[in-house]
Antibody, heavy 124, light 107 residues
Framework: QLQLQESGPGLVTPSETLSLTCSVS??????????WGWVRQPPGKGLEWIGN???????YYNPSLKSRLNISADTSRGQFSLNLASVTAADTSIYFC????????????????WGQGILVIVSS | EIVLTQSPGTLSLSPGERATLSCRAS???????LAWYQQKPGQAPRLLIY???SRATGIPDRFSGSGSGTEFALTISRLEPEDFAVYSC????????FGGGTKVEIK
């Protein structure tokens, strides 16, 4: 059974970089069978797709976050990471790491596994 | 960028009633890339429907998806107590996006 677990600081200072890691168990992060990604949700609000990574190196980003965003994979540790630069209070959210099965081409399928989520507050 | 608009924002119904939730896309999208999720307080979303019509593993058949083009719907044929939650639609094609959600609450 695939399991995802987020880790990282729960408090980030404005203008700094938000860094989170997702540990994957039950599947290889190098597998071409999955896309690995991030979704966030401001408290009490809707979901926002952040981006994903495929085959450890091919990335797809939300255009509204692209200039501040980097998603990478550490294949030796079976982890992938999110780095979001120059954060503001608007980046305060629950951050979920997620996975989707690959559907041909390759194209990401629907998100079918979610981590439990980690609340990150941006505040001085 | 595709925008998904869900309506109504809140649906107040009683157990046993039928729920119909709407998801409208700002432009036509392939039904192959439309999903629905259920989310309860303090939990991660759970995949219900993918490809607009297909139920995910373990999802009861009282949940069904329909639609095409710009209009999609999630129907819960008879609400069970555990179905009261927030439901979100999701386009997972090029430049994925989520709808704002519909809360189904007990009347």
């Amino acid at each position: 059974q695939l399991q995802l677990q987020e880790s990282g600081p729960g408090l980030v200072t404005p203008s700094e970089t938000l860094s989170l890691t997702c540990s994957v168990s039950g599947a290889s992060i190098t597998s071409g069978d999955f896309f690995w990604g991030w979704v966030r949700q401001p408290p009490g609000k809707g979901l926002e797709w952040i981006g994903n990574i495929y085959s450890s190196a091919i990335t797809y980003y939300n255009p509204s976050l692209k200039s501040r965003l980097n998603i990478s994979a550490d294949t030796s540790r079976g982890q992938f990471s999110l780095n979001l630069a120059s954060v503001t209070a608007a980046d305060t959210s629950i951050y979920f790491c997620v996975s989707s099965k690959t559907e041909g081409v390759p194209v990401a399928g629907a998100i079918d596994f979610w981590g439990q989520g980690i609340l990150v507050i941006v505040s001085s | 960028e595709i925008v998904l608009t869900q309506s109504p924002g809140t649906l107040s119904l009683s157990p046993g009633e039928r729920a119909t939730l709407s998801c409208r896309a700002s432009e036509s999208v392939s039904s192959s890339f439309l999903a629905w999720y259920q989310q309860k307080p303090g939990q991660a979303p759970r995949l219900l429907i993918y490809g607009a019509f297909s139920r995910a593993t373990g999802i009861p058949d009282r949940f069904s998806g329909s639609g095409s083009g710009t209009e999609f719907a999630l129907t819960i044929s008879r609400l069970e107590p555990e179905d009261f939650a927030v439901y979100s639609c999701h386009y997972y094609g090029n430049s994925p996006t989520f709808g704002g959600g519909t809360k189904v609450e007990i009347k």
